[in-house]
């Protein structure tokens, strides 16, 4: 009887072949967690709202010998209805947004609509109707709505913000109207009615101009900053703003570090003395100026002004 020897498996080729069980093992691994499951892809790339006639055409599919595709108009009446440009099937995005934040209400959605897809063209637009009427789809509204309201805090700032507008624009036709009255030299009559009242009757009719008949209504009524002490405050800020205006033109504007200023004293109606004092000056171009500075009552005959 013979014997034959037995070969002894090589321990190198072993572990080679352990090896590269191992890395095939890793690679199929690796190449099996990488593919993306049904339900996940990229959205923000392979989801629309508005599909074009090519990408509709494309998910056309055969219906009893006939062949269907997706409708535009439905798009246009579900707002959370898209489709995929890849898969060629349609979801619901709210569904699918309040399924994967676990929104209570959604154990009963259907897959269809948030994970695999939705095809049956045929029965499109009625099975659309239906998961828009379905319980599911409510809860996930609601989520939506919730999702993207402004908090209270950003509401109590929005309307603060609408009430400073109007107030603002308000201001700015009562500033005009006393503006107006001043350059024509008129009194400000401030009457408990508005037929006696020219500024209210001014402030009306800038912001008719400006605003509409609503607005202009609604700001007017509120008659807050039409006191005497806030008119009075008013008036001579603007005079202070009017001063500065004319000492900026004369310092950037004249030719000469030489002028001249004009004084005059006299008497108003009520017997008060007013001092009236001028600027004369000469700018670049040669151009003779004489600015009105303003009126100073004074306390008596010989004595310091009191501006």
């Known amino acids: 009887m013979k014997r034959f020897p037995v070969k002894q498996p090589d321990p190198s080729s072993e572990s080679e072949s352990a090896k590269?069980?191992?890395?095939?093992?890793?690679?199929?691994?690796?190449?099996?967690?990488?593919?993306p499951?049904?339900?996940?892809?990229?959205?923000?790339?392979?989801?629309?709202?508005?599909?074009?006639e090519q990408l509709l055409g494309s998910a056309s599919r055969?219906?009893?010998g006939r062949r269907r595709c997706p409708q535009a108009d439905?798009?246009?009446?579900?707002?959370?209805?898209?489709?995929?440009?890849?898969?060629?099937?349609?979801?619901?995005?709210?569904?699918?947004?309040?399924?994967?934040?676990?929104?209570?209400?959604?154990?009963?959605?259907?897959?269809?609509?948030?994970?695999?897809?939705?095809n049956n063209w045929k029965e499109g637009y009625g099975r659309i109707t239906d998961h828009s009427a379905s319980t599911a789809h409510g809860a996930a509204a609601m989520f939506v709505a919730q999702k993207t309201?402004?908090?209270?805090?950003?509401?109590?700032?929005?309307?603060?913000?609408?009430?400073?507008?109007?107030?603002?624009?308000?201001?700015?036709?009562?500033?005009?109207?006393i503006m107006f009255l001043m350059r024509q030299g008129l009194a400000l009559r401030r009457g408990k009615d508005e037929a006696n009242d020219n500024l209210h009757q001014l402030g009306l009719l800038k912001l008719l101009a400006r605003c509409g008949v609503a607005e202009a209504g609604d700001c007017v009524s509120q008659r807050t900053?039409?006191?005497?002490?806030?008119v009075n405050e008013l008036c001579n800020l603007i005079g202070q703003r009017v001063l500065r205006m004319l000492l900026d033109k004369f310092n950037n504007s004249r030719a000469t570090a030489k002028y001249s200023i004009l004084a005059d004293e006299t008497r108003d109606a009520s017997g008060t003395e007013q001092l009236t004092v001028c600027l004369r000056w000469v700018d670049r171009s040669l151009l003779v100026h004489e600015d009105f500075l303003g009126m100073y009552s004074l306390s008596g005959h010989g004595q310091s002004a009191n501006a």
């Open 20 to 35: 590269c069980g191992k890395i095939c093992t890793s690679k199929a691994s690796s190449s099996s967690s990488s593919e």
């Open 37 to 52: 499951s049904p339900g996940q892809f990229d959205e923000d790339n392979d989801l629309t709202h508005c599909p074009d």
């Open 62 to 64: 055969e219906f009893g």
């Open 74 to 118: 439905w798009f246009a009446t579900y707002p959370w209805l898209v489709i995929s440009r890849s898969r060629k099937v349609v979801f619901c995005s709210w569904c699918r947004e309040a399924t994967r934040s676990r929104v209570a209400g959604m154990a009963k959605s259907e897959s269809a609509f948030t994970e695999k897809g939705f």
């Open 149 to 177: 309201k402004p908090s209270v805090a950003a509401q109590i700032n929005t309307q603060l913000a609408a009430e400073q507008e109007k107030c603002r624009k308000r201001l700015l036709a009562e500033i005009n109207s």
């Open 225 to 230: 900053h039409l006191s005497h002490d806030i």
